[in-house]
């Protein structure tokens, strides 16, 4: 098997890889413990639901979207036919790090929004043609999606503005889930530390195997089919 020269990844080659995504994400995440420090659940919920506009109503449900699982596998297949240590990378890290969200859902079973203020629906905006769930709120599944999927896409295509597009997507995906009214602010602030610390634990551990970087790996669908 034909292998390519292969340097271990340390903790610091690592954080220099996503450091762009990363610190900006700390200062988001640092800003958000100190609003669910000073506000109620209510308080932000009610805010953040206040915010609706028509186009949000249009915008939201296709950010939310691209949180979806499908939407990864899409990605990751895409990804697979110029790389399989990249797409690879991606599509375990998202089930890595779902399986840890899946775990922390039912350990919680906290409510969702629509039961928790069920009787109060008449204060509140909905989506239309957003079918409201109800129960497994915490943390919130797409939020941990997209930071473990645009983390991941930082750290594997190395660019100043990707990093910074990434943040900002996965930021947007998470802020669609409040506006949805289908997870609390809570969930989504712990959802994207998930997504965040258990996909840099992932990538650190996988992608120090060797096996990743041999010319097998490196490799996609294309060229295995162009030979």
Not at 38 to 67: A, C, K, S
Not at 175 to 193: C, I, K, N, W
Request: hydrophobic share 50%.
């Amino acid at each position: 098997m034909t292998t390519t020269p292969f340097e271990k990844t340390t903790l610091a080659k690592l954080f220099n890889k996503v450091w762009l995504f990363l610190v900006p994400y700390l200062l988001i995440l640092t800003g958000c413990l100190i609003i669910k420090s000073l506000y109620t659940r209510e308080q932000i919920y009610f805010y953040i639901n206040g915010l609706h506009t028509n186009w949000g109503d249009v915008v939201f449900p296709f950010f939310t979207m691209l949180g979806d699982g499908l939407a990864l596998i899409t990605l990751a297949a895409i990804i697979a036919l110029f790389s399989y240590r990249r797409a690879f990378l991606l599509i375990s890290g998202y089930l890595f790090t779902a399986l840890f969200a899946q775990v922390l859902k039912f350990m919680f079973d906290m409510p969702r929004p629509y039961l928790y203020f069920k009787d109060m629906h008449s204060k509140m905006h909905f989506v239309k043609g957003i079918d409201m769930l109800s129960y497994h709120s915490f943390p919130s599944g797409h939020t941990v999606t997209a930071f473990s999927a645009c983390l991941t896409l930082a750290y594997l295509f190395r660019n100043k503005f990707l990093d910074v597009l990434m943040l900002a997507l996965a930021c947007c995906i998470g802020y669609s889930r409040m506006y949805l009214s289908q997870h609390f602010f809570e969930d989504v602030t712990a959802g994207s530390a998930v997504g965040v610390f258990v996909t840099l634990f992932w990538l650190y551990w996988l992608d120090n195997k060797h096996i990743f970087h041999t010319e097998r790996w490196r490799g996609g669908l294309i060229r295995r089919f162009g030979n």
